[in-house]
Structure formats: structure tokens, C-alpha cells
């Protein structure tokens, strides 16, 4: 170890950032503590803390619940999450591998358009990819899974396949030398050593659907299904006063399992930001 | 040179590849090709286009409040870029140095990214009119406020990313170069501009790239933040884009021609400032 890693009066910088994290969660703190008081109180005054009238107990987690079905938002968003998710990791590795050892015209012509793909913004696709899906009935939670395997499969195929080009052939070669068929090659050997990337992309991926808003919002069929952040939207409603109470309800809901999913797999989520920050 | 396990696993493509190949043409060959037909044509759905030449792209950059979108967004990328690097470098700098409980600030600074844009933009709102209306004032009274407000809220979200980013980048800095300098005696300040940023490079690219077509594709945060208010003045490409799709009738093919020169926008960009950044790295 050497003197650079070493600062001056090391005591003051911890207290420094130690205020600065504060500073930096205050946001949230402010949304759990509003979420207790009466909605009148939370406009005219966001900085009070909640007490005598101006405290409602759970009031505002009921109603939010009610209006905007949270629970079912929820579930629908976790299904499709989850869905997505699967399915990209076992679409895209395959396809990855495809890709890389096949290697011919149609494999690099592929690999390209996927590259593409990672540099278009979603308006330019929006207007026709919502069309498309809803003509194809893709506009039920399943669907969107697939929708999200095509639209999301640029920034996986692009990290699967730089993962893979790191593997030595040879085991495989000698794994169908003993006889091993093409599949079991794949599902035995490569995804084994594929795995930390295999993390990293579903945490990467998953951070992106779990708060998509755009994309649901188009596709789903909104009367029957609405992710949680299409469910906050719909909260202010179109030129009607919002209920404050309720939304600040909802937010703290929707905050709550992502800073338990947080706390449960930060190696993993520090993991996947770095495995997406390779270079295009 | 084809390899054997190459060609025994081409004639499984129907496995291995066509599910991935086959999404991909719906969910993006397909809409893009059809984006870019439709752009020079008049339609109200996607199988009604009826060509129309150029006019929708006269129309987009004839378009006051698409010209405005232009200047927010592009105004609003070049500060969020240069905050939430200069900031995020100068954290990541301080939390790979020896300090307590540099691993808990890593974790709280990063949090934010994990909150979808609907939620941070009502977290935000409810702070920042929180704030203002200590002076009678809220987020939609100007959209000046509305800039600032989305310029903090983004700083906040993006800069612990940024952070994890860097910290990578400077855990593996060769230590024996810094070592090297400071036997020949380099000060602070040259070590930082001489041999850390120069090899920082990569990672300086990588973020610099990430936070500009963040700033550009913003929408979400855009959306429930402002909502364009006052009259559409604190509005992002994104958001007019959207906009002119879903909320002027007959206008979806200036709003295609508009998601198209968007889309060159970011993609020239991207390429441009990937090569200006590429060609200012250096090997240790």
C-alpha cells in the first residue's frame, strides 16, 4: 500500500459525506414522513411533521391502495419483470453463443443490428412498435415480455457476447468429442461460466422494466393491466387536482421493495452497472 | 476457419438464435423501418400512410415548441453532464481513499438509481414546491424552475451511477505509475491532471456518453416533474415528441419526422463525442 490512499484529517471527510448522505436520502425521508398526514397539510406545508390534526395514521395507504389497485399493479409489474427477465437472459445467451461461434456473414450482419439497436432512442420506434404490438395482441403482461426480449436485446447480446469471446473453445470441443450434443454443451459448460454475467445483465435489465413507464403505458391494455409507475401517473389524473395523500402512499409502496431488493443483492446491482459500463 | 463446434451448433439456429431474431424484428426491425417510411407520410394509424415527400420534416423544423424542446434538451445535457461527471469523479476520488464508512456513502449515493423516473419526479416535486412555496412560488410558475428543478433531480439520480463507474476505473489505475510520481515528486494536482484523469480515459468515456443520451432521452422525470408546464416551456425533446404522437390529432407523421431527426441527433452525437473522448485515452 502506498500514501495514496491516505487523506488529510480523514475524521472531517467522514463527517462531510456523512451529511451529505443525509442530505442525499432527505428526499425520501420527506415522502414517508407526508405520507401521514391529511392531504390538505401536505401542499401548504411539506416540511411539518405530522401531528395533531394533520395526522392521519394509515389513511392515506388505504385510500392510495384502493384507487389505484395497488396490489394488482404490483403483481402485474413483478410478473412482467420477472417474465422479461427470464426470457432475455435465456433468448440472449443462446443467441450470444450463436453468434460468437457460429461467426459467419449472417452471424456478424445480426451482431450489427443489435449494436444499432443500443443507440436508438425509444420515440423513433414508439408510435409504430405500439401499433405493431397492439395488431399482434401483444398488449396483455405476456405479451410485453416478448416486446421487451426485442426492444432489450441489444444491450444483453452486446455483453453476452463479450463475455463468451473470453471463453477457450477447447472445453467445448472436448466436450463433444465425449459426445455431448449442442444444447447440453451450452446448458452444462458455457452457462456455468457464464454466470456472474448472466447476474449482472438480469440486475441490469431488471432495473430498467421494473420502472419502465413509456412502454407499458402504449402497450398494455390499460383497463385491464397497469404497471406501478403507470399506476402513479394515473393518480394525477388529467387536469384534476392530485391527491397528494394517496400519491405520497403509493410512492413510499413503490420505494419500499426496491430498497429491500437494495439492501438483499448490492454486490450484485454494483456488479451489473459495471458490467454495463463496457465500452461500444 | 470454421470452428467444429461452430458448425455443429449453426444447424441449431432455429433453437439458438430465431427466438432473440424473431422478437427483435417485431419489437425493433420492423418498427424502425416502419418509422422511417412513415415519416414521409400522412397517417393516422400505421397501415393508412399516404406518402407526403418531405412536408413532415418541414413542418417538424418549422415547429416553435420543437425548436424550444431543442434548445431545453440540449441546454440541459451539456449541465447534467458536466455536474454529474465533475461531481461523480470528484466522490468516487474521495471514496477509494481511505475514509470510514466509505462503503455506506457508496451505498446511499447510489440508491436513487433504483427509483423509477415516474416516482423520483413526484419525490421532487413534492421537495422543490416544498421549498418554493416558502416564496409563494411553485415548480410551474417558470420554466426556468422547471430547468433547475429537472437538473437537480437528475444530478441526484445519475451521480451515484456515475460514481460506481469511476470507483472501477480507479481501482484498477496501475498503482506503480502513481508511485512513480510521487518519487518524482508530483504534486496533488499533477498527479490528478498529468496521470490520473489521462488514465481515467475509458471510464470518463463511458459516463460521458451514458449522461449524454440520458439528457436527451430524458422523459419520464420529464413527465411527472413538469408536464411541460408553463405552456410546454420546460419540455424535452422526448416529451414533444410524445406529445405531438398523442396529443395533436393529425400530426403523427410530423411526430414521426421529429422522432427521426431525434434519433440521427443522438446517434451523431453518441458517435461524435465517443470519438472525441476515444482519441484523448492513453495507455499506462
Given at each position: 500500500?502506498?500514501?495514496n490512499?491516505?487523506?488529510?484529517?480523514?475524521?472531517?471527510?467522514?463527517?462531510?459525506?456523512g451529511?451529505?448522505?443525509?442530505?442525499?436520502?432527505?428526499?425520501?425521508?420527506?415522502?414517508?414522513?407526508?405520507s401521514?398526514?391529511?392531504?390538505?397539510?401536505?401542499?401548504?406545508?411539506?416540511?411539518?411533521?405530522?401531528?395533531?390534526?394533520?395526522?392521519?395514521?394509515?389513511?392515506?395507504?388505504?385510500?392510495?391502495?384502493?384507487?389505484?389497485?395497488?396490489?394488482?399493479?404490483?403483481?402485474w409489474?413483478?410478473l412482467?419483470?420477472?417474465?422479461?427477465?427470464?426470457?432475455?437472459?435465456?433468448?440472449?445467451?443462446?443467441?450470444a453463443?450463436?453468434?460468437?461461434?457460429?461467426?459467419?456473414?449472417?452471424?456478424k450482419?445480426?451482431?450489427t443490428?443489435?449494436?444499432?439497436?443500443?443507440?436508438?432512442?425509444?420515440q423513433?420506434?414508439?408510435?409504430?412498435?405500439?401499433?405493431?404490438?397492439?395488431?399482434?395482441?401483444?398488449?396483455?403482461?405476456?405479451?410485453?415480455?416478448?416486446?421487451?426480449?426485442?426492444?432489450?436485446?441489444?444491450?444483453?447480446?452486446?455483453?453476452?457476447?463479450g463475455?463468451?469471446?473470453?471463453?477457450?473453445?477447447?472445453?467445448?470441443?472436448?466436450?463433444?468429442?465425449?459426445?455431448?450434443?449442442?444444447?447440453?454443451?451450452?446448458?452444462?459448460?458455457?452457462?456455468?461460466?457464464?454466470?456472474?454475467?448472466?447476474?449482472?445483465?438480469?440486475?441490469?435489465?431488471?432495473?430498467?422494466?421494473?420502472?419502465?413507464?413509456?412502454?407499458?403505458?402504449?402497450?398494455?391494455?390499460?383497463g385491464?393491466?397497469?404497471?406501478?409507475s403507470?399506476?402513479?401517473?394515473?393518480?394525477?389524473g388529467?387536469?384534476?387536482?392530485?391527491?397528494?395523500?394517496?400519491?405520497?402512499?403509493?410512492?413510499?409502496?413503490a420505494?419500499?421493495?426496491?430498497?429491500?431488493?437494495?439492501?438483499?443483492c448490492?454486490?450484485?446491482?454494483?456488479?451489473?452497472?459495471m458490467?454495463?459500463?463496457v465500452?461500444? | 476457419?470454421?470452428?467444429?463446434?461452430?458448425?455443429?451448433?449453426?444447424?441449431?439456429?432455429?433453437?439458438?438464435?430465431?427466438?432473440?431474431?424473431?422478437?427483435?424484428?417485431?419489437?425493433?426491425?420492423?418498427?424502425?423501418?416502419?418509422g422511417?417510411?412513415?415519416?414521409?407520410?400522412?397517417?393516422?394509424?400505421?397501415t393508412?400512410?399516404?406518402?407526403?415527400g418531405?412536408?413532415?420534416?418541414?413542418?417538424?423544423l418549422?415547429?416553435?415548441?420543437?425548436?424550444?424542446?431543442?434548445?431545453?434538451?440540449t441546454?440541459?445535457?451539456?449541465v447534467?453532464?458536466?455536474?454529474?461527471?465533475?461531481?461523480?469523479f470528484?466522490?468516487?476520488?474521495m471514496?477509494?481513499?481511505?475514509?470510514?464508512g466509505?462503503?455506506?456513502?457508496?451505498?446511499v449515493?447510489?440508491?436513487?438509481?433504483?427509483?423509477?423516473?415516474?416516482?423520483?419526479?413526484?419525490?421532487?416535486?413534492?421537495?422543490?414546491?416544498g421549498?418554493l412555496?416558502?416564496w409563494?412560488?411553485?415548480?410551474?410558475?417558470?420554466a426556468?424552475?422547471?430547468?433547475?428543478?429537472?437538473?437537480?433531480?437528475?444530478?441526484?439520480?445519475?451521480?451515484?451511477?456515475?460514481?460506481?463507474?469511476?470507483?472501477?476505473?480507479?481501482?484498477?489505475?496501475p498503482?506503480?505509475?502513481?508511485?512513480?510520481?510521487?518519487?518524482?515528486?508530483?504534486?496533488?494536482?499533477?498527479?490528478?491532471?498529468?496521470?490520473?484523469?489521462?488514465?481515467?480515459?475509458?471510464?470518463?468515456?463511458?459516463?460521458?456518453?451514458?449522461?449524454v443520451?440520458?439528457?436527451?432521452?430524458?422523459?419520464d422525470?420529464?413527465?411527472a416533474?413538469?408536464?411541460g408546464?408553463?405552456?410546454?416551456?420546460?419540455?424535452?425533446?422526448?416529451?414533444?415528441?410524445?406529445?405531438?404522437f398523442?396529443?395533436?390529432?393529425?400530426?403523427?407523421?410530423?411526430?414521426?419526422?421529429?422522432?427521426?431527426?431525434?434519433?440521427?441527433?443522438?446517434?451523431?452525437?453518441?458517435?461524435?463525442?465517443?470519438?472525441l473522448?476515444?482519441?484523448?485515452?492513453?495507455?499506462?
Amino acid at each position: 500500500m502506498t500514501d495514496n490512499n491516505k487523506v488529510k484529517h480523514p475524521a472531517l471527510w467522514t463527517t462531510l459525506f456523512g451529511i451529505v448522505s443525509l442530505a442525499w436520502i432527505f428526499p425520501i425521508v420527506l415522502v414517508i414522513i407526508n405520507s401521514f398526514k391529511q392531504k390538505a397539510y401536505i401542499s401548504a406545508n411539506a416540511f411539518s411533521i405530522p401531528s395533531g390534526k394533520a395526522f392521519v395514521g394509515l389513511e392515506n395507504y388505504t385510500r392510495g391502495i384502493e384507487t389505484t389497485n395497488f396490489f394488482a399493479s404490483f403483481g402485474w409489474t413483478l410478473l412482467i419483470t420477472v417474465g422479461s427477465v427470464i426470457l432475455i437472459l435465456l433468448c440472449t445467451s443462446m443467441c450470444a453463443w450463436w453468434i460468437v461461434r457460429v461467426n459467419n456473414w449472417a452471424a456478424k450482419l445480426l451482431y450489427t443490428l443489435f449494436l444499432f439497436n443500443m443507440i436508438v432512442p425509444f420515440q423513433m420506434v414508439m408510435f409504430t412498435l405500439s401499433k405493431l404490438a397492439d395488431m399482434l395482441k401483444l398488449n396483455t403482461p405476456w405479451g410485453l415480455c416478448i416486446v421487451y426480449l426485442g426492444f432489450g436485446a441489444g444491450l444483453a447480446v452486446f455483453i453476452f457476447t463479450g463475455v463468451i469471446k473470453g471463453i477457450p473453445q477447447e472445453l467445448e470441443e472436448s466436450a463433444m468429442i465425449d459426445g455431448a450434443n449442442v444444447p447440453r454443451i451450452f446448458f452444462q459448460i458455457v452457462v456455468p461460466i457464464m454466470k456472474p454475467s448472466i447476474v449482472s445483465v438480469a440486475i441490469l435489465e431488471a432495473m430498467w422494466i421494473w420502472n419502465d413507464y413509456l412502454l407499458p403505458y402504449l402497450t398494455l391494455d390499460l383497463g385491464k393491466y397497469k404497471t406501478i409507475s403507470v399506476a402513479v401517473q394515473y393518480l394525477k389524473g388529467g387536469y384534476g387536482s392530485v391527491d397528494m395523500g394517496a400519491m405520497m402512499a403509493c410512492l413510499v409502496l413503490a420505494i419500499i421493495p426496491i430498497i429491500v431488493f437494495y439492501l438483499v443483492c448490492q454486490k450484485y446491482i454494483v456488479k451489473g452497472v459495471m458490467a454495463g459500463a463496457v465500452k461500444g | 476457419m470454421i470452428s467444429m463446434v461452430g458448425k455443429a451448433i449453426r444447424r441449431w439456429w432455429a433453437l439458438f438464435a430465431l427466438p432473440t431474431f424473431a422478437a427483435f424484428i417485431i419489437g425493433f426491425v420492423v418498427p424502425f423501418i416502419m418509422g422511417v417510411y412513415l415519416s414521409f407520410c400522412e397517417f393516422t394509424t400505421v397501415t393508412d400512410g399516404e406518402w407526403v415527400g418531405l412536408k413532415n420534416y418541414g413542418k417538424a423544423l418549422q415547429d416553435k415548441e420543437f425548436l424550444h424542446a431543442l434548445g431545453f434538451s440540449t441546454a440541459f445535457t451539456i449541465v447534467t453532464t458536466i455536474v454529474i461527471n465533475v461531481v461523480a469523479f470528484a466522490i468516487a476520488y474521495m471514496l477509494t481513499k481511505a475514509i470510514k464508512g466509505s462503503n455506506l456513502f457508496r451505498s446511499v449515493f447510489f440508491m436513487p438509481n433504483l427509483i423509477g423516473g415516474i416516482i423520483l419526479g413526484y419525490i421532487w416535486l413534492l421537495l422543490l414546491n416544498g421549498i418554493l412555496a416558502h416564496w409563494g412560488k411553485a415548480l410551474t410558475y417558470s420554466a426556468t424552475y422547471g430547468f433547475w428543478g429537472l437538473v437537480i433531480l437528475v444530478c441526484w439520480q445519475q451521480i451515484g451511477y456515475m460514481m460506481i463507474i469511476y470507483i472501477a476505473g480507479m481501482q484498477s489505475l496501475p498503482t506503480d505509475v502513481l508511485e512513480a510520481a510521487q518519487v518524482d515528486g508530483a504534486n496533488g494536482t499533477q498527479t490528478m491532471f498529468k496521470i490520473i484523469i489521462p488514465l481515467m480515459m475509458p471510464s470518463i468515456t463511458v459516463c460521458s456518453f451514458l449522461t449524454v443520451t440520458n439528457g436527451f432521452k430524458l422523459y419520464d422525470q420529464n413527465l411527472a416533474l413538469t408536464n411541460g408546464a408553463p405552456s410546454n416551456m420546460s419540455e424535452g425533446l422526448a416529451m414533444n415528441i410524445t406529445r405531438t404522437f398523442y396529443g395533436r390529432m393529425g400530426w403523427e407523421g410530423v411526430g414521426q419526422a421529429k422522432a427521426v431527426l431525434f434519433f440521427i441527433l443522438v446517434a451523431v452525437i453518441a458517435l461524435l463525442q465517443n470519438k472525441l473522448t476515444t482519441s484523448k485515452e492513453v495507455a499506462a
